[in-house]
């Protein structure tokens, strides 16, 4: 089932298996989408793995309730990207597309959500954030899941410094 569909064709674009396993290892991640005004809609993702029927895909989990800008921006066929950042190195890369699709979260995506809550609490204790508050932050009913897939097609880095803003290749190494 998919809410929003929209067909998006895979491209040729894959990540090397170190931005793979980078851009899925439990980062912080926002998504963000043009909402045709100028301005962009954007939200915090829950997670991000690469689709197992199609490696082209990335699947990056939202909420569904706070994602209604967004889900209607992809839906309306305007450019998505989405920053997976690691908060205790400022690692960062962004992932760029001109369309996406929202599909229905599955057993596979619901069953990632806590163990990438729990990543991002140890990840975030190293600025002595209490637990309780990424809990909260990151809380979603595994039923308010949604997934946005995309064929990344450009990828830059957004780790803060000289370098930030400069695209890198989908096939080297991860920021």
Same mark, same amino acid.
């Given at each position: 089932?998919?809410?929003?569909?929209?067909?998006?064709?895979?491209?040729?674009?894959?990540?090397?298996?170190?931005? *793979?396993?980078?851009?899925?290892?439990?980062?912080?991640?926002?998504?963000?989408?043009?909402?045709?005004?100028?301005?962009?809609?954007?939200?915090?993702?829950?997670? *991000?793995?690469?689709?197992?029927?199609?490696?082209?895909?990335?699947?990056?989990?939202?909420?569904?309730?706070?994602?209604?800008?967004?889900?209607?921006?992809?839906?309306?066929?305007?450019?998505?990207?989405?920053?997976?950042?690691?908060?205790?190195?400022?690692?960062?890369?962004?992932?760029?597309?001109?369309?996406?699709?929202?599909?229905?979260?599955?057993?596979?995506?619901?069953?990632?959500?806590?163990?990438?809550?729990?990543?991002?609490?140890?990840?975030?204790?190293?600025?002595?954030?209490?637990?309780?508050?990424?809990?909260?932050?990151?809380?979603?009913?595994?039923?308010?899941?949604?997934?946005?897939?995309?064929?990344?097609?450009?990828?830059?880095?957004?780790?803060?410094?000289?370098?930030?803003? !400069?695209?890198?290749? !989908?096939?080297?190494?991860?920021?």
């Amino acid at each position: 089932m998919s809410f929003f569909h929209s067909h998006v064709a895979p491209m040729d674009a894959n990540l090397s298996p170190a931005l *793979a396993q980078f851009v899925t290892g439990h980062l912080s991640i926002h998504v963000a989408a043009g909402c045709g005004d100028g301005l962009a809609t954007l939200v915090r993702g829950l997670g *991000a793995r690469i689709d197992p029927a199609d490696s082209h895909y990335l699947r990056v989990l939202v909420s569904r309730s706070q994602s209604t800008g967004l889900l209607a921006a992809v839906a309306g066929g305007y450019p998505v990207a989405a920053v997976f950042n690691e908060p205790e190195s400022h690692r960062t890369v962004q992932l760029k597309a001109p369309a996406a699709e929202v599909v229905a979260a599955n057993e596979d995506d619901r069953a990632l959500l806590g163990p990438y809550v729990r990543a991002m609490a140890d990840r975030l204790r190293t600025f002595d954030t209490p637990e309780p508050y990424v809990h909260t932050l990151l809380a979603c009913a595994p039923d308010d899941l949604a997934v946005i897939r995309f064929t990344p097609r450009d990828v830059f880095g957004q780790t803060p410094g000289p370098r930030a803003g !400069a695209p890198i290749a !989908a096939d080297g190494p991860a920021p």
